[in-house]
């Protein structure tokens, strides 16, 4: 068994590790922003420093079809309160062949696309702080965590095991702390496996890993009254509380939410109990299969491609997977899911699907006995089996409508309610 997944890890090795030639180009991309850049610092008389963070400079990068590469420009602490963004827009300037974007954020940011590559950078504007405690922002961290992780993992044998995390999490919809994932970050990952040695340890330990449990690295609190008393309670919701070893006020996990973790358990007692490289593949929806197997199991299908106005990455993200929910929501009243799924590719659109069966009658909940008298039979006239429960009125309905047309008929009526959650436009897509 311990050979076996050994050889299987070894294999996802191979297609995971990043090639030198792609490295290389981002190295020398690198090498010529941070120098250009750096040069305008000093023409424009800013007193700051590129520094680059994120999984390039913790060798913990893994294979992608774009890569992401985050970039600081760390600005001293005289302008603590000042729009270091601005400062760093006119130090930007123009990169040769590179388009350039604004993101909007808790601070504006700047992604760079060079033409032709299979990569892109985010610079992103922080202060150079001295004490974590000192941050006016969460990107305020970054340096302290990319200081604490090139500390701890030293060998290539820990950067592979977390590349094999990352990969693992990635496939199975959890890697990320964006609001529409809810996961692990990439901080996170590198954490835990360094505190439990090794990829296998750290899926062994997630499979069985009790509510709620503290893990502190650096032993950073004497005992949980202590922790109780300095940490923030909503900090602490999430299923596992991970002290940042680098500030520890601040629950590395803290974005982590139940239904985000109870899946990625569910995947790693899958992979312990039968483990293969296919596990590692990050998968699109087939969402012709999953019709299929509706059909089979005599379900309904119904597949939506929703639009929102709002900017792509975590805003656009967010307000999707929120609505995604919500329409999941009203769709419960009458049917039970059987399955759904939703998929969002960093854009401004996202697909999802239910595959549903009709709970042919619905229980309607009415007014309050005590109430109103015109409230009371203004129910009673839109429904005809209404019956007494515990001091409110029920009432009996039958649904005999399809998915199909339960789905348009919501729509026409919830117009306005899908302009408020930003949703632009909503495409139904029936089966065949």
């Excluded at 070894?10 to 120098?35: A, G, Q, Y």
């Amino acid at each position: 068994m311990k050979q076996n997944i050994n050889k299987i890890l070894n294999d996802v090795l191979m297609n995971i590790n990043p090639s030198k030639e792609e490295l290389n180009s981002i190295e020398k991309f690198l090498k010529n922003f941070i120098s250009e850049t750096e040069k305008k610092f000093r023409v424009l008389k800013i007193d700051a420093e590129i520094f680059v963070g994120g999984s390039f400079a913790k060798k913990t990068l893994t294979k992608k079809g774009i890569y992401d590469i985050d970039v600081f420009a760390r600005f001293d602490e005289k302008y603590r309160g000042k729009d270091i963004s601005k400062l760093l827009e006119k130090a930007i300037g123009k990169i040769k062949k590179t388009k350039i974007s604004k993101i909007h954020g808790s601070r504006d940011y700047f992604k760079a696309e060079p033409e032709g590559e299979d990569f892109f950078i985010e610079i992103i504007p922080v202060l150079n702080v001295k004490n974590p405690k000192e941050a006016e922002n969460i990107t305020d961290l970054s340096y302290f965590h990319v200081s604490y992780i090139k500390r701890k993992l030293r060998t290539e044998k820990m950067f592979e095991e977390v590349r094999l995390a990352k990969a693992f999490c990635h496939a199975h919809k959890c890697y990320g702390a964006e609001s529409y994932i809810n996961g692990f970050s990439g901080y996170a990952i590198e954490l835990l496996v360094y505190y439990y040695s090794g990829f296998l340890n750290f899926v062994k330990a997630m499979a069985k890993i009790k509510d709620r449990e503290i893990i502190d690295i650096e032993k950073l609190y004497k005992n949980k009254l202590e922790l109780n008393m300095n940490m923030n309670s909503a900090k602490m919701g999430s299923p596992i509380v991970l002290i940042d070893p680098t500030y520890k006020e601040r629950n590395a996990l803290a974005a982590l939410s139940r239904e985000t973790f109870e899946n990625f358990q569910e995947a790693c007692r899958k992979f312990l109990k039968n483990p293969s490289a296919e596990m590692f593949e990050t998968k699109k929806i087939d969402f012709e299969k999953e019709k299929k197997n509706a059909q089979k199991g005599r379900y309904e299908f119904i597949r939506f491609a929703a639009l929102t106005d709002k900017q792509e990455g975590d805003v656009a993200g967010s307000k999707l997977v929120k609505f995604y929910k919500h329409l999941g929501n009203e769709i419960e009243k009458f049917y039970e899911i059987k399955k759904k799924d939703f998929e969002y590719g960093g854009e401004k659109e996202a697909g999802f699907f239910f595959v549903v069966k009709n709970r042919k009658e619905i229980v309607v909940s009415g007014p309050e006995i005590k109430d109103k008298k015109e409230n009371i039979k203004k129910f009673k006239m839109r429904h005809k089996n209404v019956f007494e429960k515990k001091g409110r009125f029920y009432a009996k309905e039958k649904n005999s409508k399809k998915i199909e047309e339960f789905v348009k008929d919501w729509m026409n009526a919830n117009s306005q309610k899908m302009m408020e959650m930003y949703i632009r436009e909503l495409r139904s897509r029936h089966p065949d």
